[in-house]
């Protein structure tokens, strides 16, 4: 910004103006006029951006549109730059914890789910697994690292695709492990690929998996009373 010279009265002594608060950022300065408004350029810059955001978009939108290359490249210089990613990861987390944005995101999800049975299936077991891990590592066990653990997904998937009940879409199922995992020993790498084994899943009808988990939850209770 211009920065005006500095006024004199006649017996030589600098003009004293009154200290202001920026239009922009609030802050105390000392202005060089009267009718300064801004402390600094940055200040004076964001404030113009803001009283023509919509012709600078337009103008910018316009430029990129005749300059693709010079656009792209910086983009890719910008981007690159450890202060800009830092920024743009913030933004993002904001952004994705605003309510809006979480319900049109849930409700995507939850459309997918209905149409894409694969999708749901990958997502279940996904969520369960990680469950798992979490758990024992919050209660300080050891558990075999995510990159360690032999659970395949992907055929797991395949598995409970190819034995869908042909009424899935009338009656609710659950992916219910045969072998319960109460059963197993978590935080034994062994135990936890046996546990997630292709063939220890299937689809059991919702009200037959809840009664199931009861007694598997009994059944633990009284084996570590003993």
């Known amino acids: 910004m211009y920065k005006k010279k500095q006024r004199f009265k006649k017996n030589g002594e600098p003009y004293q103006y009154k200290d202001k608060n920026c239009s922009e950022c609030r802050e105390l300065f000392k202005p060089n006029s009267n009718v300064s408004k801004f402390c600094c350029l940055t200040c004076y810059n964001r404030n113009r951006r803001k009283r023509n955001a919509d012709a600078i978009r337009k103008y910018n939108y316009e430029y990129s549109k005749k300059n693709p290359i010079k656009t792209k490249l910086w983009k890719k210089k910008y981007s690159s730059k450890d202060s800009s990613r830092i920024k743009r990861n913030e933004w993002q987390k904001k952004y994705a914890k605003k309510r809006e944005v979480m319900?049109?995101?849930?409700?995507?999800l939850r459309k997918r789910r209905k149409e894409d049975i694969?999708?749901?299936?990958?997502?279940?077991?996904?969520a369960r697994v990680n469950k798992k891990i979490r758990n024992y590592n919050e209660k300080g066990k050891t558990t075999p690292p995510k990159n360690q653990v032999g659970i395949q997904i992907n055929l797991i998937v395949n598995h409970l695709i190819l034995n869908l009940p042909k009424d899935w879409r009338d009656k609710k199922y659950h992916i219910d492990h045969i072998e319960p995992l109460c059963s197993f020993d978590l935080t034994n790498k062994e135990q936890f690929n046996e546990a997630?084994?292709?063939n220890n899943h299937r689809w059991l009808l919702a009200e037959d998996n809840l009664k199931k988990i009861k007694e598997d939850r009994l059944q633990s209770i009284k084996l570590l009373e003993k």
């Open 118 to 126: 694969s999708f749901k299936i990958q997502q279940d077991i996904k």
């Open 196 to 198: 997630f084994a292709i």
């Open 103 to 108: 319900d049109k995101k849930n409700e995507r």
